[in-house]
């Protein structure tokens, strides 16, 4: 079946249509432009922790070349290197923290278990931390290589803790954007140069503390750094020469040229030689060499941040970049699409809408809606007679809605006349068919038991006979709002004839049912009833108790039959009791002999 659309949906379709064709290519833009700066944004946030987990192991690289000094120094330079190692630690421990909060304010997900490295980290460090300063302690003769080396070995073990945390940044950082390649690669190769050559000086103030000569397995180990100092010198020429048009990068690589691979190199070479003799070894100061490493080192530092920071306030700009392109594009189709919607809504309040309002309002006349619109009339005259003569329909059409809710009131309240007693206000024996009916459909439909409580007031034929029929009347009115308000709003509650009642309820098993009953039997007997202020009746009620079966089918007869046989059988036993329904096997008992019911006049006040 083809779909019609009505002239006010076609008009809005047209309206959609112009501004999907424009907006389309607009929305494109406008999230292609969002999407480069999130991506700029991401590469800034992992080129920001990069760059704090390198600055991180370059302070405690610092840490340890302090650390070495201290163990190497006496008397007053042994005081400042105190001083100087105390700061450095703080700091330390501070890029430590820093970097573990920007790791969880990113959420890396990263290869490695970063929470378990940096807590190992921090056990290295405290270890180091606490033999560097045993060893400060002793006398400066007592100092060994061996001792030495092991108390920094735990500050070299807490930086190849930290590595694989920054490499894993690293890499996460390359595999999203291929861009940010170079700039990482360059950073590990002037960490690792600056490690490397710490790592030499360590290698080299050992046997100067000790004044012995340099031992093969060190002579070896330092050639290997040495060598690869070369390599990575080659590398890093590589890795920079699209960078070298920056100014700042391009002078700070050849301030590391200078004071890195010329004078640091040569002063390692240097060193090494002295300390093949012993002779020459003995006259070496190993917090000197460390004194004057560490300013030529610091250029490499230098470089590692104007290659790092370059890239950032690139990356940065470019995200700017792309942000303002996603607002300009978003206000500038933002105006297109409003001046558009405002010609369409120009015509359509002008010339289309009067004449749908007046389609819409013959159409509800037409389906009986009165309701008037609080819609501002047209100005035109033709529109103005047209809504005068709608209007005039709907005044008509009012009038007979009138005489028609009035007729419906009064069938109403005929129909709930004759389905309520008129003595005790309860649905009487017609409405509890009707309702109880109803109640156990449903109730088979759910598949839920529908329980019937049946009870008459005992001896009440004697109460008419003794008092009358006007205290009789008294007596059920009181008994009725005994049990309304002992019930539920949504259970069938009515007068089943002369003072017998009944109450049908939906979901209880027999058990409850039989507690409910015994409830509204038990307050029949406590209430007692005020007939007047010299007289005061205490009545009670025999209850019989049946449940419906609701898999063959409610019968609402078979109901009513079961629980009046259990009624029966609580009158045969005494009444003012609670029977329930038979078993199939029971038989009926013989009628039960009626007693009076007791009255005690109340006393006078």
Not at 92 to 99: G, Y
Not at 172 to 195: G, H, K, P, W, Y
Request: include cysteine; glycine fraction near 6%.
């Amino acid at each position: 079946m083809p779909i019609k659309f009505t002239l006010n949906q076609k008009l809005w379709l047209g309206a959609l249509l112009i501004v999907g064709a424009a907006g389309i290519p607009t929305g494109q833009l406008v999230w292609q432009n969002i999407r480069e700066s999130r991506i700029e944004q991401r590469n800034l946030d992992n080129l920001t922790a990069y760059r704090l987990g390198l600055q991180t192991t370059n302070v405690i690289s610092n840490e340890r070349g302090i650390s070495m000094a201290l163990i190497s120094a006496s008397g007053a330079d042994s005081i400042a290197a105190r001083r100087l190692l105390t700061a450095e630690r703080v700091r330390s421990d501070q890029l430590l923290t820093q970097f573990d909060i920007t790791l969880h304010r990113f959420r890396f997900a990263m290869p490695v278990d970063h929470k378990a490295r940096l807590a190992q980290v921090r056990r290295s460090l405290a270890l180091s931390r606490a033999r560097v300063d045993r060893l400060a302690l002793l006398p400066r003769a007592t100092r060994g290589s061996d001792e030495s080396e092991a108390a920094l070995q735990g500050m070299i073990n807490a930086i190849e803790s930290l590595r694989p945390v920054v490499d894993a940044i690293g890499g996460q950082t390359i595999n999203q954007d291929m861009r940010m390649a170079r700039v990482v690669l360059s950073a590990r190769t002037i960490e690792d140069l600056r490690d490397y050559a710490g790592r030499g000086a360590i290698l080299l103030a050992a046997p100067m503390l000790e004044r012995q000569p340099l031992d093969a397995s060190r002579r070896t180990r330092l050639e290997q750094l040495l060598g690869r100092i070369d390599q990575l010198h080659t590398l890093l020429d590589s890795q920079l020469a699209t960078y070298l048009h920056v100014p700042r990068i391009r002078k700070a690589k050849a301030e590391v040229n200078l004071r890195y691979f010329n004078e640091a190199y040569a002063k390692l070479l240097e060193t090494e030689l002295l300390c093949r003799q012993a002779s020459a070894a003995k006259q070496a100061a190993p917090d000197q060499l460390l004194r004057d490493l560490h300013p030529k080192v610091q250029s490499l530092e230098t470089l590692r941040e104007a290659i790092v920071g370059t890239a950032s306030e690139g990356i940065a700009r470019q995200r700017d970049s792309a942000w303002r392109k996603a607002l300009q594009t978003m206000v500038l189709g933002g105006a297109m699409a409003l001046v558009l919607l405002w010609q369409l809504l120009l015509i359509r309040r002008s010339l289309i809408s009067p004449l749908l309002r007046a389609r819409r309002d013959i159409i509800e006349l037409a389906r009986d809606n009165t309701q008037c619109s609080d819609e501002r009339r047209p100005s035109g005259p033709e529109m103005r007679a047209l809504f005068e003569a709608i209007d005039t329909l709907r005044r008509h059409q009012r009038r007979r809605h009138a005489l028609e809710t009035e007729r419906e009131i009064l069938t109403a309240q005929l129909r709930q006349q004759a389905e309520t007693d008129g003595l005790t206000g309860l649905i009487n024996r017609r409405g509890l068919e009707i309702q109880s009916e109803q109640l156990l459909a449903r109730a088979a439909l759910l598949g839920r038991p529908a329980g019937l409580i049946l009870f008459d007031i005992d001896y009440f034929k004697q109460v008419n006979d003794r008092y009358g029929h006007l205290v009789g009347d008294q007596v059920l009115r009181a008994v009725a709002y005994c049990v309304r308000t002992l019930c539920r709003t949504n259970d069938v509650v009515g007068r089943f004839g002369g003072e017998e009642f009944m109450i049908v309820v939906e979901g209880l098993d027999l058990s409850t049912l039989h507690h409910v009953a015994e409830k509204v039997r038990n307050a029949i007997a406590q209430q007692p009833v005020m007939v007047d202020d010299q007289l005061t009746l205490h009545v009670t009620a025999s209850f019989g108790v049946a449940l419906s079966d609701p898999q063959p089918g409610p019968d609402w007869p078979a109901l009513i039959e079961r629980a009046d046989i259990a009624l029966y059988r609580a009158k045969h036993l005494g009444r003012n009791r609670v029977e329930d329904e038979p078993s199939p096997d029971h038989g009926e008992s013989p009628s039960p002999s009626e007693g009076s019911p007791s009255a005690s006049p109340r006393p006078p006040a």
